[in-house]
């Protein structure tokens, strides 16, 4: 078995979207912050209403995939196809914005906290241009492993800890997704130690939210990411204060990234079709 340490950090930066909603960037906060098929992560987390009550009021996307996961608060989703999701604590949505979607998120309270991380994950050129399509995952959906020391939910792949395997709420069968993600919420008790598999060749990277930990020899500070060498398997050791984090892995594509706003293409000029397809009302309409 080789280990998986820590390659490089990459700490997340304050930054605003949508209509100015406060949150933190690591995964894309510039084009050399990509890690493939990962495009962006985005974490959101506020007591302040007034970082985050205006929300992302409709907007278009192309050509990638986005993962919402709440921890607190209530959002809620709507789109051109007519689907309407509530998004509560622990619930998770994945979108494939294929050819095209145009949606809205808007939070559903007016006070208290608003916590939660958006995924961006890549398309494969050959199903870039797909239909749309939706999912909610409501928490009691999202499976759970709690173990001596910690508790782990499986949003997406297949989690293997301490003698026990557990399929995600997004698993391997779901052939829908070609990069076939590991997106796990890992959280561990102080001085608690996890060793989880991971797929050799599949690029990878864990991002601390809460406490500290330890990679290999090294420091994970809270809000960095930390990507990861290859190998097949990483272990994670909290420290004073515990940890709470995510660890994802994806099947790389190794394909052109162009990226204009909430398009992401393979080439220029699909970059510039898609603007067209919006500006003038065809992005969602069937190939």
């Keep these: 078995?080789?280990?998986?340490n820590l390659r490089k950090v990459i700490e997340s930066v304050p930054?605003?979207?949508?209509?100015?909603?406060?949150?933190?960037r690591s995964l894309g906060a510039g084009p050399f912050a990509r890690l493939d098929p990962f495009l962006m992560l985005d974490e959101f987390?506020?007591?302040?209403?007034?970082?985050?009550?205006?929300?992302f009021p409709s907007h278009p996307h192309r050509g990638f995939e986005t993962v919402t996961y709440?921890?607190?608060?209530?959002?809620?989703?709507?789109d051109h196809l007519g689907?309407?999701?509530d998004l509560g604590p622990g619930?998770?949505?994945?979108?494939?914005?294929?050819?095209g979607v145009i949606h809205s998120e808007m939070p559903r309270q007016t006070e208290g906290r608003m916590r939660g991380f958006q995924l961006w994950i890549n398309l494969p050129a050959d199903e870039k241009m797909k239909p749309a399509d939706y999912r909610d995952i409501p928490a009691g959906e999202v499976p759970e492993l709690p173990f001596d020391g910690g508790l782990a939910r499986v949003i997406a792949g297949t989690l293997t800890l301490r003698g026990q395997s557990l399929d995600g709420a997004v698993n391997h069968s779901d052939k829908r997704i070609s990069t076939d993600p590991l997106y796990i919420d890992l959280r561990l008790d102080?001085?608690?130690?996890?060793?989880?598999?991971?797929?050799?060749?599949?690029?990878s990277f864990v991002y601390l939210y809460e406490g500290d930990a330890v990679i290999g020899e090294q420091s994970l500070h809270r809000r960095h990411a930390g990507v990861l060498e290859d190998g097949d398997q990483v272990t994670i050791q909290a420290g004073e204060h515990g940890a709470r984090l995510l660890l994802?892995?994806?099947?790389p594509l190794n394909e052109p990234v162009v990226q204009y706003g909430p398009f992401v293409m393979n080439t220029r000029e699909e970059i510039e079709q898609a603007v067209r397809d919006y500006q003038s009302g065809r992005l969602t309409e069937p190939a």
């Design 15 to 24: 930054t605003s979207d949508g209509a100015g909603v406060k949150l933190r």
């Design 83 to 85: 689907n309407t999701g």
């Design 1 to 4: 078995m080789k280990a998986r």
């Design 70 to 78: 709440m921890l607190d608060g209530r959002m809620e989703h709507k």
């Design 190 to 203: 102080p001085g608690s130690q996890a060793t989880i598999p991971v797929q050799a060749g599949y690029n």
């Design 248 to 251: 994802l892995a994806g099947k």
């Design 45 to 55: 987390y506020s007591d302040n209403p007034d970082d985050y009550l205006a929300g």
């Design 91 to 99: 619930s998770v949505q994945w979108m494939s914005a294929g050819r």
